[in-house]
């Protein structure tokens, strides 16, 4: 069965970009399962700078470094589009990494995460 362009598995929403596949989460908890249980290392993972919101992970089962500037820039706008950042006018600031790079202080909220390196991508929230 073909997945459709945006769809809900397994307490994430799944996005379809130029056959690159973006999960969304939504809680503290499924954003926790989706960065440390289903991201594999070389994935890139987004989150919008300051703001609480959702953990978006771009699969990149190839390996692909760097991965197409559309892919990213509609994924980093998911990330504006599922944070309280999502009204912005301008341009909102998105931490972007690879999923190795994030790691979680022991005894850390649900959600909360910690970056050993990062790149700013700035969008416009998504539509």
């Known amino acids: 069965m073909p ?3 945006s769809a809900k598995h397994d307490g994430w929403d799944t996005h379809e970009v130029d056959g690159f596949e ?3 989460g939504h809680s503290a908890k499924e954003n926790d399962r989706l960065t440390f249980r289903v991201a594999e290392p070389l994935d890139l993972w987004m989150h919008v700078a300051g703001t609480p919101g959702s953990h978006v992970v771009v699969r ?3 390996k692909l470094d760097p991965l197409p500037r559309p892919v990213l820039q509609r994924a980093a706008a998911l990330a504006v589009k599922h944070s309280k950042a999502k009204n ?3 341009k ?3 931490h972007v990494c690879r999923a190795c790079d994030v790691t979680k202080r022991r005894g850390a ?3 909360q995460v910690q970056l050993k390196r990062y790149d700013v991508l700035k969008v416009y929230p998504a539509d």
């Open 92 to 94: 909102v600031p998105v």
């Open 109 to 111: 909220p649900a959600g």
């Open 22 to 24: 973006i999960l969304v």
């Open 88 to 90: 912005a006018r301008g």
């Open 60 to 62: 990149n089962p190839d």
């Open 3 to 5: 997945r459709r362009d």
